[in-house]
């Protein structure tokens, strides 16, 4: 025969985990599109702006820098002219080939300092954007945080994906559980006047690391090729 008091015990765990049960409400799981908030964000179309501007000065000075490389080597190819033309004496072609020869160190010179203000530019700019990336989304967050006890969710899944198998996170979700729209809102009641507008085209895209994008997180500078010519 059992213990009754044993028994008691037992049937009195299982009743308290009934009402325990009973009295946790049923999960809420919201979704959001956090780099659908990043890429409106009118903060982040207001970095956009000044990326591009920094972009262009970058650009520029290296367009600069081109036209005079460029400048060297037409003078170091009229000092090689020089140097093989047959009416010139001994001394004007030695003469010739030594300005030449000085011409092709400064090209390299050139080259270097060239290479060194865009891979410099790329760094600072390739810096400036995972900042100003990682201080959005955690601005985000927050707001998102709000919205999402403003539901009452006990969970919320960013929905913008890829996950490294490349599909997205959520496969499936009903749209009336998406506040990615009430977070933009939200986050727009507190927009200065005069902020540009948001834009359905990424202005700093949000992937978590430079290795991890497409390369469109960081704006491009073309560096054209100004070779040293041969002897």
Known sequence: MKNPIHTLF????????????????????LVVDMAKIFDTHYETQAEKAKLDDATKKAQDQIDQMNKEGDALVAQYKELDEQSKNPAATADAKAKAVADAQKKGQEIQAKLADRNNLATNAKSVLQERIQKFRGTMLEEISKVVVTVAKRHDATLVVDKSGPTLLGVSPVIYFDPGYDITSEVVAEINK?????????????????????????????????????TAPSK
């Open 190 to 226: 507190d927009r200065p006047a005069g902020t540009p507008a948001a834009s359905a085209t990424p202005a700093v895209a949000p992937a978590a690391a430079p290795a991890t994008s497409t390369g469109s997180d960081m704006p491009k500078i073309t560096v054209p090729g100004v």
């Open 10 to 29: 037992s049937l009195g765990a299982l009743g308290a985990a009934a009402v325990i049960a009973q009295a946790q409400p049923a999960p809420k799981i």
